[in-house]
């Protein structure tokens, strides 16, 4: 639990932070810097999500869990009323009762084993359904940050190269207006 709380206060200081790079950005007029600060709110979205999923997978085998304890729960109770009906019979028939009673508690702790394994079998397929379903959208989450990361870094590579351009024009024309001897 501590766990999730300190995740999410990180989400939402990342994303405080994304803004802050944003508004700075903006008020200075660095576009990268507001580049950067909408990819940190994007990457702390995208995480507090993830981690929705996540606590969602986590209630969700959970339950499956609970529901595998009250199966077992039932199917100890059915072998409790079996082991007693049998009992009572025992009682009234004798020798044939008793030979009964073994044919019975043996019928219920199969039909027991074979519910408590359906049981487990269905929590555990439940619960690797939902874990793999929480590292899909992580996964996902990931690969959507990473090439919002590549096109912010194309967009930085091309602004500097568009810069450069433009020193080398200022400084061809410098130059050709120095070789004319033209006022500058």
Do not use: F, W, Y
């Amino acid at each position: 639990m501590n766990n999730k709380a300190e995740q999410a206060r990180e989400g939402l200081i990342d994303s405080i932070k994304g803004k802050a790079k944003e508004v700075v950005g903006a008020v200075t007029g660095n576009d990268s810097l507001t580049a950067e600060g909408q990819l940190d709110q994007v990457g702390a979205k995208q995480r507090k999500e993830a981690n929705a999923e996540k606590a969602i997978a986590d209630a969700e085998a959970a339950e499956a869990r609970e529901q595998k304890s009250e199966a077992t729960s039932e199917a100890a109770q059915a072998r409790a009323e079996v082991t007693a009906r049998a009992a009572t019979a025992e009682q009234a028939i004798g020798n044939e009762a008793a030979a009964q009673k073994r044919a019975v508690e043996q019928d219920a702790s199969q039909l027991a084993a074979a519910a408590s394994a359906q049981a487990e079998q269905d929590a555990q397929r439940q619960a690797t359904s939902a874990e793999a379903r929480a590292r899909l959208e992580s996964q996902q989450a990931t690969e959507k940050v990473g090439a919002a990361v590549e096109d912010h870094q194309d967009a930085v590579r091309d602004a500097a190269a568009a810069r450069a351009e433009a020193d080398r024009l200022r400084s061809e024309a410098d130059q050709l207006t120095k070789d004319a001897d033209l006022p500058e």
